[in-house]
C-alpha cells in the first residue's frame, strides 16, 4: 500500500507510517538510529527510525526491489534499470553505479570488501566496493532473481535454469551444480547456509 510501518515489538501498537508514494517490496534495512528502502519508483529512502521522517531519497531510473547491504558508510542496492548503485549512508549521494546487462533483483551480500552481484544477466559478478571495479565473474548459466548465501569461499544461489550452484569464489568457477532429478523448477528462494548444508526452496 505503499506505506512502510514502525510497530512496537511488544505491544503490537504503531509507532509511525512513512507513506513513499510507491510500492516497497525491498526489506527494510535498520543501522544506527535509520531506516534504508527502495520503492517501485526507483526512489531509495533514508529515514530517521525514531519517527520516521525523511532524511534523503536516491533516484534510480526503474524500480528497486533489492533490499541494501551496507558497507562501512557506503550502501550498495540494485535496480531494474540494470545497475548496482553504490551511495554515500550519511548523504545519498551517489560514488559509484556498475552496468549490469539484466535487472539487479537480488540483495548484493558484501564480503571482504567485495560486493556479489547476481541479476538476470545470468552472471555472478564481485565487484571491489571502493571503486566498483568488476574483479571476477562467473556464468551461472541462467538467470537469477535470489541473493546469493556466502559460506567462506563459498556462495549459493538457486537460478531460473531449474540448479542450485556452488560458486568459488576464490577461484572464481562453478564448484558443482544440483538439479532435482525427479521435477524441473526454478529456485526463486534465497539460500541458507548452514555448518554442512545449504537450504533452500523451490
Known sequence: ??????????????????????????????????????????????????????????????AIVSSAALSGDRLLFGSYDQRLYCVDRRTGAEIWRFETEGYVHASCPVVDGTVLVAGCDGLLRVLDTRTGDQLKQIN????????????????????????????????????????????????????AALPGRIVVGG
Open 1 to 62: 500500500d505503499s506505506s512502510l510501518y514502525a510497530i512496537d515489538l511488544y505491544s503490537g501498537k504503531l509507532q509511525w507510517e512513512y507513506d513513499a508514494h510507491a510500492a516497497i517490496k525491498s526489506s527494510p534495512l535498520a543501522d544506527e538510529g535509520r531506516i534504508f528502502f527502495g520503492d517501485e519508483a526507483g526512489r531509495f529512502h533514508s529515514l530517521n527510525a525514531a519517527d520516521g521522517s525523511l532524511q534523503w531519497t536516491f533516484a534510480a531510473e526503474d
Open 140 to 191: 551461472l548459466g541462467s538467470y537469477a532473481a535470489a541473493s546469493p548465501a556466502v559460506q567462506g569461499r563459498f556462495a549459493y544461489l538457486g537460478t531460473f535454469g531449474d540448479e542450485i550452484v556452488a560458486l568459488d569464489l576464490e577461484a572464481g568457477e562453478v564448484a558443482w551444480r544440483y538439479r532435482e532429478t525427479d521435477h524441473r523448477f526454478p529456485f526463486y528462494a534465497s539460500a
